[in-house]
């Protein structure tokens, strides 16, 4: 079976075409600038990247232009669209209604369109790219993967603010969490991985990109997520703050003369790693300012390992111990030097670090830990777009 994967975003929208029986992708790409001027990026497997600036005045003909491309003779991935016979979409928001993934009807749109309020820019967005594909493609079914959806099993120990009841009652404000999709994805590899049994295990999954969060994976279910009610709860990320004292925002606004969304932008935007070091958000810039002994390069990069730190203590609290620990995502999978400072940290649980073997793991499967440590740690890729194709393939 060939499934569409699709990521669409308020002016981009991500691509990939996956063959579910080998799991392999057939072709991927993303178009930007949609509604400005745009731009499609389509590589089929094995070729070069192409790249094409044409106008796309809204989603229906950005994807018009991706399935073009899918069947275009020369360079297609499949003969007819008929070969296409699922999409999978990632959904942003599913708040408390969407536990699981879900063939998406007419009433499922609806009740999508009723969670807007908790993700103003991502679930709109997500919601013109299901319809236009639906016009699209009418006959083909589609299914909708909730970022929040895994998250969804936390007890409401974990999901309730100390925030007067009636907020959590008239509004749903209560934690949720992202990233769920790879949470649950790297959780189950990394139990397949390192020989555990996923029913009966304690697993820490450290999602570190540049939106960064952690969770608690207990008996295959999550327990706990650093991220909230938006995604700017938690870690410390490449521009977002994480968690800080709520009363910052009234002291900042009075000195800076910010009004709320001033003091939001600066938070969500301006913030995290970036923020603290004047450098980047990005890691490898920043891997070479901590090198040359930039001090708040420094100071930034041992704030987010610390953060991390305590978060994975706060999680073995939660479950009663852990298992195993997982590093995902652009850092996690990639930047040896920052997994380290957070392992340095772990030795009270009888953690110890394979130095080498940590070096070497960049971008692939690897256990990071040695052979007598306490608890194994593990580098697993993260695979969202394959996670969302075995979801539609389960579904449909
Ligand atoms: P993500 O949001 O998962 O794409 O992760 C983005 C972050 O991962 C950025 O801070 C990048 O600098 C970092 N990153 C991704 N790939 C690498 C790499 N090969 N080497 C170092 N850092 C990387």
Known sequence: MNVLVINCGSSSLKYQLINSESEQVLAKGLCERIGIDGRLVYQLA????EITETPMPTHKEAIQLVLDALVNEKTGAVKD???IDAVGHRVVHGGEKFASSVVLTEDVLAQIEECND?????NPANL??????????????MVGVFDTAFHQTMPSTAYLYGLPYEYYEKYKVRRYGFHGTSHSFVSKRA?????????????????LGNGAS???????????TSMGLTPLEGLVMGTRCGDIDPAIMEFIAKKENLDIEGVMNVLNKKSGVEGMSGVSSDFRDLQAA????NERAIAAVEVFAYRVAKYIGSYVAAMNGVDAIAFT???GENVYFVRRIIMKYLGYLGIEVDDEANVATRGIEGIISTADSKVPVAVIPTNEELAICRETVALI
């Open 118 to 122: 908790l993700a103003p820019l991502h």
């Open 128 to 141: 013109i790219g299901i319809r236009a594909c639906k016009e699209l493609m009418p006959n083909v079914p």
């Open 191 to 207: 139990a397949e991985y390192l020989n555990l049994d996923l029913n009966n295990s304690k697993i820490i999954v450290a999602h």
């Open 81 to 83: 669209l008929k070969e």
């Open 46 to 49: 094995g070729n070069d990247k």
């Open 290 to 293: 901590y090198e040359e002994g």
């Open 214 to 224: 952690i969770s608690a994976v207990k008996d295959g279910k999550c327990v706990d």
């Open 329 to 331: 995502a652009g850092i």
